[in-house]
């Protein structure tokens, strides 16, 4: 059989999002299965996204990149005002636009046409967040027939994270629609999310859906950890972003009940890291917490590891909402990496409580600030103690989530698809 993919998809290096890692690593593994792959994803200078210049991708001669430009930056890219930016965004979204990122469709099929046009391909094969990636994959199809894959990193319409406008989640949902009914398999990262999505539609479409978790890279470089201060420390380090229902109050307000009982300046050390850390510094000042928490930016991809290989335990913050069991984060993913323990602020009932308890590490709710003043106090303490480490069956769940791992299952399941049937073993 023919091994020829063409991947779809918005995200990918240099951008800074985890769906491009997490696409690229993918991509790689695939070459060394023998699959030959174009990938057609965004020109970063034409996006609004943030991108490192100097992250071009490692990848494989067998692996083409084709970037197709978008007019977000030159619509948005001039208006230095947040505010009226996202006012910009706001009222295209309000008039239907399914996503910001939607403005690079055009331009998109314009290339992908190309592309198939000049090679033969075993396949399509998009990804999404963003969602645009999988749009862009079914008008592919529908222009070729080729065989098409939708993999969801994330749930579209059922995402508390996104707030839809009436005509915008219309056409999400008649989006979503085609894509699943289309496509020849339906690809999610987590149980719940496939549940979720696949309850609103007929019951003999579930026999294409199939669930493959994100992986980690076992064999990518950790950098060296940070220089320890010299009293030493428990560090705890978080990277990943804040925004909208994801916030570090609660963890805040656990650490401020936790000083008043037990003094932890020169013991503990956290490191909040990412987009949107920086607006809670009055929070920690008004706290009395400057000596505890410290707050940075947005960080380089190198930044980050340095940060989480110098770590003693690794945090994992989530929100309290509803749907928020539906998500299985990839910085929980890329954590495993490093077998270091870790420290789960999320829900008890959802996909990261699930790999958490696989891997014997603490799960706690978000908004229960007492226990979670609890178990950073026993983390303390069992630091002290000298027995902070890993459970005994965490290397055997780790493997699981290697890459290699995860794309010997989508390659499996690409093959089928490609030759139009639905994966035997899928779970619903």
């Given at each position: 059989?023919?091994?020829?993919?063409l991947?779809v998809?918005y995200a990918?290096p240099p951008?800074?999002?985890?769906e491009a890692?997490q696409t690229?690593r993918?991509v790689?593994?695939l070459?060394t299965?023998?699959?030959e792959?174009?990938?057609?994803t965004?020109?970063?200078?034409?996006?609004?996204?943030?991108?490192?210049a100097d992250?071009?991708?490692?990848?494989?001669?067998s692996?083409k990149?084709?970037r197709?430009?978008?007019?977000?930056r030159?619509?948005?890219?001039w208006?230095?005002?947040?505010t009226?930016?996202?006012?910009?965004?706001h009222?295209l979204?309000?008039?239907g636009l399914?996503?910001?990122?939607f403005?690079?469709f055009?331009?998109?099929?314009?290339?992908?046409?190309?592309i198939?046009a000049?090679e033969?391909f075993?396949?399509?094969?998009?990804?999404?967040c963003?969602?645009?990636g999988?749009?862009?994959?079914?008008?592919l199809h529908?222009a070729t027939?080729l065989?098409?894959v939708?993999?969801f990193?994330d749930?579209w319409i059922?995402n508390p994270y996104?707030?839809?406008w009436p005509?915008?989640k219309?056409?999400c949902?008649?989006l979503?629609?085609?894509i699943?009914?289309?496509a020849a398999?339906?690809?999610?990262v987590?149980q719940?999310?496939?549940e979720r999505?696949?309850?609103?539609y007929?019951?003999?479409w579930?026999?294409?859906?199939a669930v493959?978790?994100?992986?980690?890279d076992p064999?990518?470089?950790?950098?060296p950890?940070?220089i320890?201060n010299p009293v030493?420390r428990?560090?705890?380090?978080y990277?990943?972003?804040?925004y909208r229902?994801r916030t570090?109050?609660n963890?805040?307000?656990?650490l401020r009940?936790l000083?008043?009982?037990e003094?932890l300046?020169g013991i503990l050390?956290v490191?909040?890291i990412?987009?949107?850390?920086l607006?809670y510094?009055s929070?920690?000042r008004?706290?009395?917490?400057?000596?505890?928490?410290?707050?940075?930016g947005p960080q380089?991809r190198l930044?980050?590891?340095?940060?989480?290989a110098g770590?003693?335990?690794l945090?994992?913050l989530?929100?309290s909402?509803?749907?928020?069991?539906l998500?299985?984060?990839?910085?929980?993913?890329?954590?495993i990496?490093?077998r270091?323990?870790?420290?789960g602020?999320t829900?008890l009932?959802?996909a990261?409580?699930?790999?958490?308890r696989r891997?014997?590490?603490p799960?706690?709710?978000?908004?229960?600030?007492?226990?979670?003043?609890?178990?950073?106090?026993?983390t303390?303490?069992r630091w002290?103690?000298?027995v902070?480490?890993?459970?005994?069956?965490?290397?055997?769940?780790?493997?699981?989530?290697?890459?290699s791992?995860?794309?010997?299952?989508?390659e499996?399941?690409l093959?089928?698809?490609?030759?139009?049937e639905?994966?035997?073993?899928s779970?619903?």
């Amino acid at each position: 059989m023919l091994k020829r993919l063409l991947v779809v998809s918005y995200a990918f290096p240099p951008l800074c999002v985890a769906e491009a890692e997490q696409t690229a690593r993918t991509v790689h593994q695939l070459a060394t299965l023998g699959w030959e792959m174009t990938v057609l994803t965004i020109q970063p200078r034409s996006t609004t996204e943030r991108y490192a210049a100097d992250r071009s991708p490692a990848m494989p001669d067998s692996v083409k990149i084709v970037r197709a430009a978008s007019p977000e930056r030159f619509l948005f890219g001039w208006i230095k005002n947040r505010t009226a930016e996202r006012f910009a965004r706001h009222g295209l979204q309000f008039l239907g636009l399914p996503e910001k990122q939607f403005l690079w469709f055009p331009k998109a099929v314009q290339a992908g046409i190309a592309i198939l046009a000049a090679e033969r391909f075993t396949a399509i094969y998009s990804r999404a967040c963003y969602h645009t990636g999988n749009v862009v994959g079914l008008a592919l199809h529908r222009a070729t027939g080729l065989p098409f894959v939708a993999h969801f990193s994330d749930p579209w319409i059922d995402n508390p994270y996104h707030q839809l406008w009436p005509l915008q989640k219309l056409a999400c949902m008649r989006l979503e629609h085609s894509i699943i009914s289309r496509a020849a398999l339906v690809i999610f990262v987590t149980q719940q999310a496939a549940e979720r999505v696949m309850a609103r539609y007929p019951a003999r479409w579930r026999s294409k859906v199939a669930v493959i978790p994100h992986g980690y890279d076992p064999q990518e470089p950790i950098a060296p950890a940070l220089i320890r201060n010299p009293v030493d420390r428990l560090r705890v380090v978080y990277t990943g972003s804040f925004y909208r229902l994801r916030t570090p109050m609660n963890l805040l307000l656990a650490l401020r009940e936790l000083a008043r009982v037990e003094r932890l300046p020169g013991i503990l050390e956290v490191f909040l890291i990412g987009p949107g850390a920086l607006e809670y510094r009055s929070t920690v000042r008004k706290f009395g917490l400057d000596g505890v928490v410290r707050l940075q930016g947005p960080q380089t991809r190198l930044e980050c590891l340095r940060a989480t290989a110098g770590a003693d335990v690794l945090l994992l913050l989530g929100s309290s909402a509803k749907d928020e069991g539906l998500f299985l984060p990839s910085k929980l993913v890329d954590y495993i990496a490093l077998r270091k323990p870790i420290l789960g602020l999320t829900p008890l009932e959802g996909a990261s409580a699930d790999l958490l308890r696989r891997l014997q590490c603490p799960v706690v709710p978000p908004d229960n600030i007492a226990a979670v003043a609890d178990n950073i106090a026993t983390t303390i303490h069992r630091w002290r103690a000298g027995v902070l480490t890993v459970g005994h069956g965490f290397e055997t769940v780790a493997r699981d989530y290697s890459i290699s791992a995860t794309t010997a299952k989508l390659e499996s399941f690409l093959t089928k698809a490609a030759l139009r049937e639905a994966p035997a073993d899928s779970r619903l």
